[in-house]
């Protein structure tokens, strides 16, 4: 899992790398772009290893996934797990941990400072742990997870002490009661009232949740404000014209 993690952020990076370069030559702008393969460190004390809930891969009877249980079981595997999705079908599901550290984050913040724009953290990053819990520079690991991209992105800029954080979604903004006859869009709200949302929830546990934490985590880190916005309106929300701003 974790070498089919690192191919996407490849060939995802190499999309993104390709159209900003095309759009940016296009517009008279001179900028080196880069994709770097990142790595992403959890820790195996992780709750989430215990109870993992991250679906991923394609969709199966209830028979052949039991039987593909049974087959893993049989060679010896360990932590291999299919569950019911929703009543879509079964799925594997894999733990999701929360991050702690970007392990590229030092040559990341160089290159950004000198001037080079970097598409880094791609799927969340390929995961990975200390092999030794008591030696925080151990060898690395990787580990059979994946790790949510937004909270991935929020531990990066938090640790490249990025001046703002701004998070690009398919919605304009964030909502509550979403989707109901009283749905209200937020164009500002404060951590706590985030905080406040989020154990209401409000928001999606796959989709806006984990947005609207990551973006609260980063203002809580003393950051004035993260921004959650549509692709679309990018430049708007920079600007404070757009999308749903979170402060301390």
Known sequence: ????????????GYMIQQCMSNAMEKNGINAPIVTLITQ????????????????????????????????????????????DDSGRGWRRVVASPDPKSIIEKDIIRKMADDGIIVIAVGGGGSA???????????PLDGREVVVDKDLASSVLAREINADEFLILTDVEKVAINFGKPNQRFIDKMSAAEARKYLAEGQFGEGSMAPKVEAAVRFVESGKPRAIIASLEKAM??????AGTVIIP
């Open 236 to 241: 708007q929300a920079l600007d404070g014209k």
């Open 1 to 12: 899992l974790g070498i089919c993690v690192t191919e996407t952020q490849g060939f995802i």
């Open 40 to 83: 992403t460190l959890v820790e195996d004390a992780d709750p989430s290893f215990m109870n993992p809930t991250k679906p991923i891969g394609p969709f199966y009877s209830e028979y052949k996934a039991r039987k593909l249980m049974e087959i893993r079981r049989m060679m010896g595997v360990t932590g291999f797990v299919m569950k």
């Open 128 to 138: 990975v742990a200390r092999t030794s819990v008591q030696d925080p520079k151990g």
